[in-house]
């Protein structure tokens, strides 16, 4: 297994966020890493810029459309190109909003589909050969929803559901040098300017939580680590990181 301290980690999304929470936890560990983002330039600059600052030339970063499935080859190649390997894949970029029955267009699942599942499908199979190599591993960022789907959110939660499938599969696919698993996140972090979120929203979520609060993106952060770093016997597995939420549903 791949146990050195200084991997190589592309991360889709990683410029805000949970995703950024991400990127700066394993560059912590030592890793340098290659974030992505598609319109958020200023986030991924700062965000490159301050990680540089703490360990000179660990991050860089790269701009691409994940629907657009002709790019997703130029994120691993220019990975590689840039940092001379590839050890850790993170698909952590995502859109989500709600989509009601009798309402859903070609677009949301184009947009819902495209960045959940279909960029996670075709960036592995571009980073396969990398990630085999280097006995390297993947983390999908699914959803807590996906046993228990939230009414309004049909697209959303069919494209997690099938992120969830995709997690199992490409571990019996590119087993044993690649290992594959999945982090579930719970209540870490509000939508951005979705007034459906109000604070009654947000304090029954809460009262449904066993641990009676909400989570930070640095506790997915946390268990993306651990996965990386600390389990090289487990694959194929989906870590629940929701403070029980998903039991009290």
């Given at each position: ?180 698993n999945a982090v579930a996140p ?64």
């Amino acid at each position: 297994m791949n146990t050195i301290k200084h991997k190589v980690v592309l991360i889709t999304g990683g410029a805000k966020r949970v995703g950024a929470a991400i990127s700066k936890e394993l560059h912590a560990q030592g890793a340098q890493v290659m974030i992505h983002y598609n319109t958020s330039a200023a986030e991924a600059r700062a965000l490159q810029a301050e990680l540089n600052l703490l360990r000179a030339n660990s991050a860089a970063i790269i701009q691409g459309d994940l629907l657009n499935i002709s790019v997703l080859p130029t994120l691993v190649s220019e990975t590689v190109k840039h940092f001379g390997r590839l050890d850790v894949l993170i698909n952590n970029a995502s859109s989500y909003y709600a989509t009601e029955i009798g309402h859903i267009n070609e677009s949301n699942w184009q947009d819902l589909i495209g960045s959940n599942l279909k960029a996670p499908v075709f960036l592995t199979q571009a980073a396969a050969a990398q990630l085999r190599k280097n006995h390297g591993c993947i983390i999908n960022i699914t959803d807590m929803h996906v046993d228990r789907p939230k009414k309004g959110y049909i697209v959303y939660s069919v494209a997690k559901a099938g992120l969830v499938t995709l997690t199992k599969s490409l571990a019996h696919e590119l087993g044993p040098e690649v290992r594959v698993n999945a982090v579930a996140p719970g209540p870490v972090q509000w939508p951005e300017a979705n007034p459906q979120f109000d604070e009654v929203y947000r304090q029954r979520v809460i009262n449904q939580t066993l641990l009676k609060r909400v989570g930070e993106p640095e506790d997915v952060a946390k268990a993306v680590k651990f996965l990386v770093y600390d389990a090289p016997f487990i694959t194929g597995h989906i870590l629940a990181v929701d403070g029980g939420r998903s039991l009290n549903l």
